[in-house]
């Protein structure tokens, strides 16, 4: 089963979104990490969970970013783990595509409880203890814990099969609308670096809560939004190439309307989410949004340094003070 737990976990050292979400982020709360005599902001470092993802990296350097001073936060995914989990039990996971042409996962009853199972518990703690490892005093958080992540529960989804569109119920899926920013600038301040997943705390109609899925990016962007922090969502390739089948073609950054147009032309496949990501996280009041490998030596540096896709907060089409 593809985990995080590497080579190193002993040595020490110093998802899609239905048709029918809203591109719109938390509602932007006060960063206090702008305006206490300077201090810098948080750097919100999304891990992807695809196989071709190695941790390794990007452990090491955060751990030097914390020691350095900067306060982190850690969103991973693991959707794959996931999808192997789902297969060892004989279930088969469920993708929809929603009738604006959107590829994402259905999560019924049975994937709910794999994900709260997989990711929550052991990818976490797998990804938690790496941290520890690495000298980092790091705490693992699920969305739910403390409300960390919240909004409406989404119980039904428009999809396209079969050239129709349908609606397909019993889904568990939600709709982040809220962060518990307190939560995560607390234990900042008390020096812990969180590590987050899904799943998140969905809002019944009836008022009852209940876990839900929801997109490890799109959870990244709302932390980032809402505190206020760089976003950099790490992956397998460099960034967003303007031929999705060409390194050479590496788009560096964007800083107008027109140009993030050209980037989100150029998004294909699970690019496409971590576009819309990075809008919501600049919308939210995140000041830029990088799009890096995540198998260099020191990704999060690399990427804050350029070496991927920079998308900066003037691409959005309302004026905003820089």
Request: aromatic share 4%.
């Amino acid at each position: 089963m593809t985990g995080y737990i590497t080579d190193s976990r002993t040595a020490r050292i110093s998802e899609p979104r239905t048709d029918d979400q809203s591109t719109e982020s938390a509602t932007p709360q006060v960063n206090q990490f702008a305006t206490d005599g300077g201090r810098r902001p948080p750097v919100v470092v999304k891990i992807g969970g695809a196989k071709a993802v190695d941790p390794e990296g990007a452990v090491s350097d955060i751990a030097s970013l914390v020691d350095e001073g900067r306060d982190v936060v850690v969103v991973h995914g693991g959707s794959t783990a996931v999808d192997e989990t789902l297969e060892r039990m004989g279930i088969e996971p469920t993708y929809v595509e929603t009738p604006g042409g959107v590829t994402g996962r259905f999560t019924d009853e049975e994937t709910i409880e794999v994900f709260e199972m997989v990711m929550a518990g052991k990818l976490n703690t797998e990804l938690t203890t790496l941290f520890r490892n690495a000298g980092v005093d790091a705490l693992g958080l699920s969305g739910v814990d403390g409300g960390l992540l919240s909004g409406p529960r989404k119980s039904a989804v428009r999809v396209l099969e079969d050239g129709k569109k349908k609606i397909k119920r019993g889904d568990h899926s939600g709709k982040i609308t809220d962060v518990n920013d307190e939560l995560l600038t607390d234990l900042l301040a008390d020096s812990y670096t969180p590590v987050v997943s899904v799943p998140m705390l969905g809002e019944n109609k009836d008022g009852s809560v209940t876990p839900v899925n929801a997109d490890a990016d799109r959870s990244a962007a709302a932390i980032a939004g809402a505190l206020g922090g760089e976003l950099i969502m790490l992956t397998d390739v460099t960034g967003i190439y303007e031929d999705p089948d060409d390194p050479e073609t590496l788009i560096e950054s964007a800083s107008t309307p027109d140009e993030l147009d050209d980037i989100e032309a150029a998004a294909e496949g699970f690019m496409t989410k971590k576009v819309m990501a990075a809008t919501e996280a600049l919308d939210g009041g995140s000041p830029a949004v990088y799009i890096g490998d995540a198998n260099s030596d020191t990704p999060v540096t690399d990427a804050l340094s350029g070496s991927g896709t920079t998308i900066h907060r003037s691409v959005l089409t309302e004026e905003v003070d820089q």
